[in-house]
Nanobody
């Protein structure tokens, strides 16, 4: 069964950090571009960051520039989202998605994880 599983979410105070993981089972991530998305309550889902098969990165949310980074470890079949200087507006369910293609996209992904909740609050 092809599956993506996110982990690492939780409750953090403003200014804190979290690292989300996106682990694949049933397929190898090195053939996929991987995107991180988020959906806050009452808002549409938005793209955050994406990493292509060669490690090139795309930023889809100006609000995370300089605070969030994406990386991949193909040996562990995992992609990470490092989130620093978290703010209450970052509160959302975070999803990872895999796109069987070289490059990144704001849409058109083949597999999605179930999401992990990130809550930024004092």
């Amino acid at each position: 069964q092809l599956q993506l599983v996110e982990s690492g979410g939780g409750l953090v105070q403003p200014g804190g950090s979290l690292r989300l993981s996106c682990a694949a089972s049933g397929f190898t991530l090195d053939r996929y571009a991987i995107g991180w998305f988020r959906q806050a309550p009452g808002k549409e889902r938005e793209g955050v960051l994406c990493i292509n098969r060669n490690g090139g990165k795309s930023n889809y949310a100006d609000s995370v520039s300089g605070r969030f980074t994406i990386s991949r470890d193909n040996a562990k079949n995992t992609v990470y989202l490092q989130m620093n200087s978290l703010q209450p507006d970052d509160t959302a369910i975070y999803y990872c998605a895999a796109r069987r293609a070289y490059g990144c996209s704001r849409s058109d992904y083949d597999y999605w994880g179930q999401g992990t909740q990130v809550t930024v609050s004092s």
